[in-house]
């Protein structure tokens, strides 16, 4: 609050001195509760990967990460991966080990890490492209109920004329949808399909009955964007 100035003045010293009593206090209830220690040393990782109260150094942020993996947190190695996808602030870029590091993830059905691999595979980004492990890949994500997998996975079904699409599509939108009010956005996946399905865009077929129920969707939640196309 005090740092973004929500709902107060910005105050940036007081902001670093909050975040610092916070890292410490990360510290002590990791110490006291080793259960839960692998969300507390977590959130450590976070505030030297980000830069919160903290000099950013990538190189602690891994260290605290991994501390959270072995103590079972799910979402530690995947935020190491990103770290050297990315490389700089203390650490190298290494794709391979980031690949890794995914991979075991993966292995674990972590899904955001399923996810992330699953897109390099489809793309053949910083990989060898390979269709087949990424749609298996999203099909893992899907298992744990990740939308934008699901997505990844509808697209790939309809250019196959596979009628698994239509429903792929409908699980990821109705999930985006009920977290409208956290962080969507206008230019949502739905919205971008809808589009797609009305204009046959990006080589999809045209077809009005789904650019309907898509834009419907979307104007039902306040997207700006799908209204004006309804008028």
């Excluded at 699953?118 to 749609?135: P, Q």
């Excluded at 298996?136 to 997505?151: D, P």
């Excluded at 599509?169 to 919205?191: H, L, M, P, V």
Aim: charged share 30%.
């Amino acid at each position: 609050m005090y740092r973004d100035g929500v709902g107060t003045e910005i105050n940036d010293p007081l902001a670093s001195m909050y975040f610092y009593n916070a890292f410490k206090l990360f510290d002590q209830k990791a110490e006291e509760d080793l259960q839960a220690s692998g969300k507390y040393r977590y959130r450590q990782g976070m505030m030297y990967m980000k830069g919160d109260g903290l000099p950013v150094d990538y190189g602690k942020a891994v260290e605290y990460f991994s501390e959270a993996d072995r103590q079972g947190n799910l979402q530690a190695y995947y935020q190491i991966a990103q770290i050297y996808l990315k490389g700089g602030e203390g650490v190298e870029r290494d794709v391979d080990l980031a690949v890794s590091f995914l991979k075991d993830a993966a292995a674990k059905n972590r899904p955001e890490s399923c996810y992330t691999l699953g897109k390099m595979y489809l793309e053949g980004r910083d990989i060898e492209k390979d269709e087949r492990f990424a749609m298996w890949l999203f099909e893992s994500a899907v298992q744990k109920g990740h939308s934008k997998a699901a997505y990844e996975l509808a697209k790939l079904y309809r250019a196959k004329n596979d009628p698994e699409a239509e429903k792929l599509f409908n699980q990821s939108f109705d999930k985006q949808r009920g977290k409208a009010n956290e962080y969507y956005a206008t230019w949502t996946d739905e919205y971008k399909e809808a589009r797609n399905y009305l204009f046959g865009l990006n080589d999809v077929e045209k077809n009005f009955e789904l650019a309907l129920k898509f834009m419907n969707a979307q104007a039902d939640i306040g997207n700006a964007y799908a209204i004006y196309d309804l008028v």
